[in-house]
């Protein structure tokens, strides 16, 4: 496995890494506790030195997985965890990221993670209630006291990124990025860029869409989060359908996948660009991890854009009210 360094941040990991969420949470109901340790052990071995991780997978589920699973491995790899909700006794009561909630909160995360320094901290989403000063000001101290080693944003607008970075230095922003995703294009990436950080992708195959295996007229269990998103209903699906195709026609020509076509798309972008691509199964893991093999070259990349420029991607991201903080 390639690696790369997100940004001038010195912290390196693989050019893929696993986004651990879906082991846990928000994917329907949650798989066997040992195969998803065995799934991540797997990882490991075939160069994945990156893992990511939240406090609200789970609630806390999540983390405990991850601890449990890279525990044999700990210091040959980089976990990424989040702050920033108020989770009470394991329920989502809402946006928090005070200095006080944040301490309280990085010790519950290197207990369940079962270490003592937390390679890549996140603030996963903005609080509108806290100055973002205040918050890098709080992991500046966490990173001095050896609990922290980077500090990370998720979800966050190029100003805050430049505000926060001008308190302690930011290693990665943490935003959803994919060929039906490209917000980040206009200010987020330029900022990355001019400060030197690295840009790390969640849902950068779409939640699974971009793979071509969700069947447009397919309906979710109400403990999928896609039930509740509106690029997930059937009428977006359809009209986003063009967009599985380019991915496909390239994909046949190559002898690859959709998967890894979207994948080798954003690693060609920057190089200090790490997609997440979450997965509960092995051979789906494989596959993602050969993306990082596929160079595409410059034809297929215009080929790509021109292609997707065509198409208007129907149906809100997210929840419909994901917003840069």
């Known amino acids: 496995m390639q690696k790369r360094y997100l940004g001038k941040s010195g912290l390196e990991v693989s050019a893929l890494g696993l986004g651990c969420m879906g082991m846990s949470a928000n994917y329907g109901p949650s798989p066997d506790k040992a195969e998803m340790i065995s799934l991540i052990r797997a990882a490991v071995d075939r160069g994945v030195t990156f893992f990511d991780t939240a406090e609200i997978y789970g609630p806390f589920a999540n983390e405990m997985l991850v601890g449990e699973a890279l525990a044999p491995v700990r210091d040959q790899v980089v976990i990424a965890t989040k702050f920033g909700f108020d989770l009470g006794s394991g329920a989502f009561r809402g946006i928090d990221s005070r200095p006080e909630h944040i301490r309280l909160a990085i010790e519950g995360s290197l207990k369940r ?32 006291a050896g609990k922290v080693r980077h500090f990370g944003l998720s979800e966050a607008a190029a100003n805050t990124i430049r505000r926060a970075h001008a308190v302690q230095s930011v290693a990665a922003v943490q935003n959803e990025y994919s060929l039906w995703a490209r917000e980040s294009e206009a200010e987020v990436l330029p900022a990355c860029e001019e400060l030197g950080i690295g840009f790390v992708l969640w849902s ?122």
Do not use: C
Request: no cysteine.
């Open 204 to 325: 950068p195959l779409g939640q699974g869409f971009l793979t071509g295996k969700v069947d447009p007229n397919q309906t979710f269990v109400p403990t999928d989060i896609r039930s509740r998103f509106p690029r997930f209903t059937p009428e977006a699906m359809k009209a986003n359908q063009p967009l599985v195709e380019v991915l496909s026609e390239l994909a046949d020509r190559i002898h690859a996948t959709p998967a890894q076509i979207a994948l080798a798309w954003l690693l060609a972008q920057k190089s200090w660009i790490v997609p997440i691509p979450g997965t509960r199964r092995l051979e789906r893991l494989d596959e993602n991890l050969r993306a990082a093999d596929i160079q595409l070259n410059p034809e297929d990349l215009r080929e790509i854009n021109t292609a997707t420029a065509k198409i208007k991607v129907q149906g809100a991201r997210g929840s419909g009210h994901e917003r840069y903080g």
């Open 113 to 144: 993670l079962n270490t003592d320094v937390i390679d890549l901290y996140y603030q996963h989403r903005v609080d509108p209630n806290v100055p973002i000063e205040d918050v890098a000001g709080t992991v500046k101290d966490l990173i001095a």
